[in-house]
């Protein structure tokens, strides 16, 4: 079931109206019924996996708070860690693994076949998984108490909106909102309604526009030229944001329909003018788990500075991995890693530079980021390394004939596929995304200033963000979210 398909349209207010008409004492089990068929809606089969991951971690909780010694708890602790990961593995690595295994040994000269198993990766694993990680870790180090009620927990782990992409949500912040439901609060679900719509435009308007021109560069990557896959690639960082902040906003706006807070993900990332700023801003509830429960537990940087660019590189490297099984991602997570280590080993010169510019260096250094930023999801949209050096070669051997660099870059849009009206369409979009994010930087958040303009531009700016949402619909739509195959 899509955020923005036909049947979460008819879902959701379904569930918002039982939700409140329902007796209060009723709503948590509203929350979890719900939760559970949204899931099954995708793969029924696959619900009995997140029920098991639950129940185990539930009660390893509960055994770690009531052990009597330190060693017992390490022991129910690691072993609810290892069930969780090993079934993240089976699902999500083991065909990886044994690929890779193979590619090894064969390297050695040893004549070995892989044993792949082909099956279907489980929606939202990865996610549920580190919130159940996250919880066990916390209980572990008694930061928080187990929680005993079993039908609060279960809605913990499955809530619908943030289900099967995010945010990882923490325990301090969803799981006592989950035991004190509220009653409807209007100005909530006001603004609730309004981060859908947005993430509906984000999504439907902007990403699916796109997403047909990238497809068809990569996908002939050999034979277009390399200032269209230079534009494919800019266009690509730009649809994976709307997609996966699009799917963010439909999931915190949805939670505010239930009274429910989730953490922000997202906070206009390509204005970022550092790689730290930049993941301090890009799917944040991933960035923070990777630095609380693996950076800083490695000793973060603590321990010296040779150690903590390890550390960076390994985070990265693993964050990488995170996202799928694919040397690809290891190798986006490594360069990541890279540019963050470059960019602290150069800290004094980049102080310097920032006292004696002043805001120019921050205006500046936006540009260097985002382009870095894009080369890098070069390997995150490749299908392989070979894929992605070639793309890479192709792209920087046409810098190489600047004249007909620039006016290939200015007729990309015809060898992308696009109809001159559809990229004119993509480039008002485009538009309106840079204004809105420069708007939000600006005031912090734009939903809540534009609350504040008098009647007539604040409802002129919503109807026409509904009339673009009605006339302004992509040649292809409908299509899944990104972030949903990790």
């Known amino acids: 079931m899509l955020f923005n398909s036909f049947s979460f349209a008819?879902?959701?207010?379904?569930?918002?109206?039982?939700?409140?008409?329902?007796?209060?004492?009723?709503?948590?089990?509203?929350?979890?019924?719900?939760?559970?068929?949204?899931?099954?809606?995708?793969?029924?089969?696959?619900?009995?996996?997140?029920?098991?991951?639950?129940?185990?971690?539930?009660?390893?909780?509960?055994?770690?708070?009531?052990?009597?010694?330190?060693?017992?708890?390490?022991?129910?602790?690691?072993?609810?860690?290892?069930?969780?990961?090993a079934l993240l593995f089976f699902f999500k690595y083991f065909d990886f693994s044994s690929g890779l295994l193979c590619a090894i040994g064969n390297f050695a000269g040893l004549k070995l076949h892989p044993v792949t198993l082909s099956l279907l990766?489980?929606?939202?694993?990865?996610?549920?998984?580190?919130?159940?990680?996250?919880?066990?870790?916390?209980?572990?180090?008694?930061?928080?108490?187990?929680?005993?009620?079993?039908?609060?927990?279960?809605?913990?782990?499955?809530?619908?909106?943030?289900?099967?992409?995010?945010?990882?949500?923490?325990?301090?912040?969803?799981?006592?909102?989950?035991?004190t439901l509220k009653d409807f609060d209007r100005s909530k679900a006001e603004y609730g309604l309004k981060m859908i719509a947005w993430g509906l435009f984000k999504k439907m308007i902007i990403a699916d526009s796109i997403a047909p021109g990238v497809d068809?560069?990569?996908?002939?990557?050999?034979?277009?030229?390399?200032?269209?896959?230079?534009?494919?690639?800019?266009?690509?960082?730009?649809?994976?944001?709307?997609?996966?902040?699009?799917?963010?906003?439909?999931?915190?706006?949805?939670?505010?329909?239930?009274?429910?807070?989730?953490?922000?993900?997202?906070?206009?990332?390509?204005?970022?003018?550092?790689?730290?700023?930049?993941?301090?801003?890009?799917?944040?509830?991933?960035?923070?788990?990777?630095?609380?429960?693996?950076?800083?537990?490695?000793?973060?940087?603590?321990?010296?500075?040779?150690?903590?660019?390890?550390?960076?590189?390994l985070t990265f490297s693993v964050s990488g991995l995170w996202h799928g099984a694919n040397l690809t991602f290891v190798v986006w997570g490594l360069i990541h890693g890279i540019l963050l280590t470059g960019e602290n080993m150069m800290k004094k010169t980049r102080e310097n530079m920032k006292k004696k510019w002043g805001i120019c260096y921050r205006i500046i250094m936006v540009f260097p980021v985002f382009f870095l930023t894009s080369f890098a999801w070069i390997f995150f949209r490749s299908n392989?390394?070979?894929?992605?050096?070639?793309?890479?070669?192709?792209?920087f051997s046409s810098f190489l004939s600047p004249d007909v660099f620039f006016r290939k870059i200015i007729f990309a849009y015809r060898e992308m596929g696009f109809p001159t009206s559809e990229y004119l369409k993509i480039l008002i979009v485009l538009l309106i995304l840079f204004l809105y994010?420069?708007?939000?930087?600006?005031?912090?958040?734009?939903?809540?200033?534009?609350?504040?303009?008098?009647?007539?531009?604040?409802?002129?700016?919503?109807?026409?963000?509904?009339?673009?949402?009605?006339?302004?619909?992509?040649?292809k739509s409908g299509t899944g979210f990104i972030y949903f195959q990790f």
């Open 216 to 313: 068809f560069a990569y996908g002939n990557c050999g034979t277009v030229h390399g200032a269209t896959l230079f534009i494919a690639t800019l266009l690509f960082a730009v649809q994976i944001y709307c997609d996966f902040s699009g799917y963010s906003d439909i999931a915190i706006g949805s939670a505010k329909l239930f009274g429910v807070d989730l953490m922000q993900n997202f906070r206009m990332p390509y204005l970022a003018s550092s790689f730290r700023d930049f993941w301090a801003r890009w799917h944040i509830s991933l960035s923070t788990w990777f630095k609380d429960y693996l950076y800083i537990p490695m000793g973060g940087n603590r321990k010296g500075k040779l150690r903590q660019y390890i550390n960076l590189l």
């Open 384 to 395: 392989s390394l070979n894929e992605s050096t070639f793309v890479l070669a192709r792209i």
């Open 10 to 85: 008819i879902f959701l207010p379904v569930v918002f109206f039982l939700y409140y008409i329902l007796p209060a004492r009723f709503r948590i089990y509203i929350l979890l019924l719900s939760s559970y068929y949204f899931y099954m809606s995708w793969n029924i089969k696959y619900v009995f996996l997140i029920l098991f991951t639950t129940i185990v971690t539930y009660f390893a909780a509960l055994l770690m708070e009531k052990a009597e010694n330190t060693e017992k708890r390490s022991i129910w602790f690691a072993s609810a860690i290892t069930i969780s990961f």
């Open 121 to 179: 990766l489980p929606v939202g694993i990865s996610f549920y998984t580190f919130q159940t990680v996250s919880y066990l870790t916390d209980v572990y180090k008694k930061k928080i108490n187990a929680e005993r009620n079993f039908i609060y927990f279960a809605a913990f782990i499955s809530f619908f909106p943030q289900l099967v992409a995010g945010p990882i949500e923490r325990t301090e912040n969803l799981l006592p909102q989950l035991r």
């Open 437 to 475: 994010d420069l708007y939000s930087e600006l005031f912090t958040d734009a939903l809540k200033k534009i609350q504040t303009w008098n009647r007539i531009s604040r409802w002129g700016f919503y109807i026409f963000i509904g009339l673009l949402l009605i006339f302004f619909q992509p040649l």
